[in-house]
């Protein structure tokens, strides 16, 4: 019996914190009034659940690249300003993030910001011929989004497996017992 319920209190203890790394993209956003199914935001995070909470917040990331942009970790010495701003995955599955990055010079401006779920700027301005480009892509109903490694089971699902562990346990000690007549 208390082999049998060591493995469940196993899976809670070691289920709760999670370090790794995560692949993901986005894809399939709507850009200048037309869905496009194949534009894509691909990244990578790693980070720890520090505070055992099952979510991995800003202040516990080791990286964040966002299309070859690295956010959080070693500049990639560009000269362009990678900001966070905000950062968020429950190991269930959702991710949420607030990104941005700057450029200037005495001659140009690049800017750009992806809010997960909402929409992604990029825009630059020549301050001495005045051309520049603007466009943004948004989330929609039929953006897609697949993470890897696949998000793990929910500590309710470990609660489950703890409670039908026992019920085996409970049974099973039950037909060991001789009948009394």
């Keep these: 019996m208390r082999k049998l319920l060591l493995l469940p209190s196993l899976m809670l203890v070691f289920g709760a914190a999670h370090a790794g790394t995560w692949t993901f993209t986005y ?22 659940d ?8 800003l202040n516990e990331l080791a990286s964040l690249v966002l299309d070859g942009r690295v956010y959080v970790g070693t500049s ?3 000269g362009i ?3 966070a701003d905000s950062f968020n995955y429950a190991l269930t599955g959702r991710l949420q993030f607030s990104t941005r990055y700057l450029y200037r010079d005495e001659a140009i401006r690049i800017w750009g910001a992806t809010v997960s779920g909402d929409r992604i700027e990029r825009a630059s301005y020549h301050l001495f011929t005045g051309e520049g480009y603007s466009h943004t892509a948004h989330w ?7 993470i ?13 497996l703890g409670a039908g562990a026992l019920l085996l346990g409970a049974r099973q000690l039950r037909q060991r017992r001789p009948c009394r007549s």
């Design 140 to 146: 929609t109903d039929q953006t897609t989004f697949t």
């Design 50 to 57: 520090l505070d055992a909470d099952n979510v991995i917040e």
């Design 27 to 48: 894809q399939g956003f709507e850009r200048e009034g037309t869905f496009d199914p194949d534009f894509k935001l691909s990244g990578s995070f790693s980070g720890d």
């Design 81 to 83: 300003a990678y900001t």
């Design 148 to 160: 890897s490694p696949p998000p793990v089971p929910e500590p309710a699902s470990f609660a489950m």
């Design 76 to 78: 990639d010495g560009s």
